[in-house]
Structure formats: C-alpha cells, structure tokens
C-alpha cells in the first residue's frame, strides 16, 4: 500500500499546490509540478531498479545531498523556480516515504 500512496501523492500535491497558493496558470503549474518526477529515472542506474525497502534520498544520483544543495540553488533563479520547487517537493516526498519504511 506505501508504494502506491507514494506514486499517488507524486501527482496528487502538485496538483494541490496551485489551488493552495491561488497561483494564476494552474495548469501550467501542474504540469511543471508533475515534470519533476523525471528525476526517478536515476532509478534505472540501481539494481534491483526498484527496491520497496531502499531509500532513494542518498543512494540514486538525482537524489543525492549534492544534487539536493543544487536544487536549492535554482530556487535563486526566477525562470526556474517552479521546476526548483517541484524538485525539492519530490525530495521531501521521497523522504517521507523512506521514514515509513520498516
């Protein structure tokens, strides 16, 4: 059931967020949201590529505390911003999940 609530919220916030914050282009907004679940293929690199009991914070490349900090540093750019917050967003989603894991 935890792996299904994880994928579920992956597209379910995003769309949340712009109703929250009462942002202009919604749709826009969704789906730059949404585009940042890119970043999970750094799970075709792993073996097993998918793991229910593996965290991916620190272990996939994309994931990792450097590429984290990076992400922090594109939210100084305006034109990106978004996509910085949809990154940081998976981020934390994923964090989540890996502190439900048993």
Known sequence: MRPILHIILHFLIPIIIPYLFRMKNKLITIIILCSTIVIDLDHLLAH??????RSSIGFHPLHSYYAIAIYCVLLYFPRIRLFAIGLLIHILLDYIDSLFMV
């Not at 097993?48 to 009991?53: K, R, V």
């Open 48 to 53: 097993p590529i998918y793991d229910p009991n």
